[in-house]
């Protein structure tokens, strides 16, 4: 174990880093960020990173080529400082959502960038939910990888009545993610038959499941758009549910989404977690914190505990 943990933050998420900079009293180490009139940037680390575990805090957001360039520069530089280790916070990990190739001649950027960490001198990934299992795999350094369903299952567990409620995955791709929720919950599970067209334009022709005269929540690891969310509330709707409330991870509402999300009717709640920073644009939205998740993560990997026990879909992953 090294002697102290050092923590720099990206511009991605400041308010992040600073929370959970506040639940370990750590001081948060100042950086900066230079642009050159060619518009190339350069990142400076304005703390002793030698004789430290350094922790760098940024999830890949919009502007997300501008953070991932800030990022790796900033690992770069720790790296040229000595530091023993290099771990990489990043809340929202944004290309995991490219993990294959379903195209002829595209890149697969999820693996693409986790090879630019590693060359830059990442030596550990922190990150949570990412959009499939198997960008887990993509990375050459260890990846600790967290998830929200717990923090999100005891948000639903003290503000609703789940006598008679179900949660609903928007397609069979995310069943095994909701199924868990549900059984956090002891309540049953419902899928959408979805086929995607475009980036933000899916048809989902039915539900399967029993949904009619139900509370319903409905499970995504992300919303960016919203187009495939309507999509999904508008068709549960057809079925005469009692009540509709919305649940992520990542709530990004980009583009038109939050335009998009407050004219649809029926929605009680949109509950999402401070993985990106907030769009508070987004009305009925309940934004959880998984701030002190991250913070135990980061305590357990400095101090050279196991981080494993923070990986489980079940409710003891506190204890």
Do not use: W
Not at 58 to 83: C, K
Not at 88 to 112: C, E, Q
Not at 198 to 210: F, H, L, M, R
């Amino acid at each position: 174990m090294t002697d102290r943990i050092t923590v720099f933050s990206g511009h991605a998420h400041r308010a992040f880093a600073e929370e959970r900079c506040a639940i370990l009293m750590d001081e948060l180490s100042p950086s900066r960020l230079t642009r050159f009139s060619n518009d190339c940037l350069q990142v400076q680390l304005r703390a002793n990173c030698r004789r430290g575990d350094v922790f760098i805090v940024q999830p890949l957001v919009p502007p997300t080529q501008e953070n991932l360039m800030e990022l790796l520069m900033m690992v770069d530089a720790a790296r040229g400082a000595s530091a023993p280790t290099v771990n990489v916070v990043m809340p929202h990990y944004a290309y995991a959502r490219s993990d294959k190739k379903d195209a002829p001649r595209i890149s697969i950027g999820g693996r693409l960038v986790a090879d630019l960490l590693a060359t830059a001198g990442a030596t550990r990934v922190l990150t949570m939910a990412l959009h499939a299992e198997q960008v887990h795999g993509f990375f050459s350094v260890p990846v600790d990888h967290l998830t929200a369903l717990p923090v999100l299952a005891d948000h639903f567990r003290t503000t609703m009545d789940l006598s008679d409620a179900v949660v609903v995955s928007p397609d069979f791709g995310n069943a095994k993610s909701a199924g868990a929720f549900a059984r956090q919950l002891g309540i049953g599970v419902a899928a959408g038959s979805k086929q995607r067209l475009a980036d933000d334009s899916v048809v989902i022709d039915q539900i399967v499941g029993d949904v009619a005269g139900r509370d319903v929540i409905v499970l995504d690891d992300e919303i960016a758009t919203g187009g495939s969310m309507v999509t999904l509330i508008r068709t549960v709707q057809e079925y005469g549910v009692r009540s509709l409330r919305v649940a992520c991870t990542h709530g990004l509402f980009t583009g038109r989404a939050a335009e998009r999300l407050n004219e649809c009717p029926g929605i009680a709640e949109i509950v999402t977690t401070n993985t990106v920073p907030p769009n508070r644009a987004v009305e009925r939205l309940t934004v959880l914190s998984v701030a002190p998740l991250f913070a135990e993560a980061i305590r357990r990997i400095h101090e050279g505990e196991s981080v494993s026990r923070l990986f489980s879909d079940d409710d003891t992953y506190g204890e």
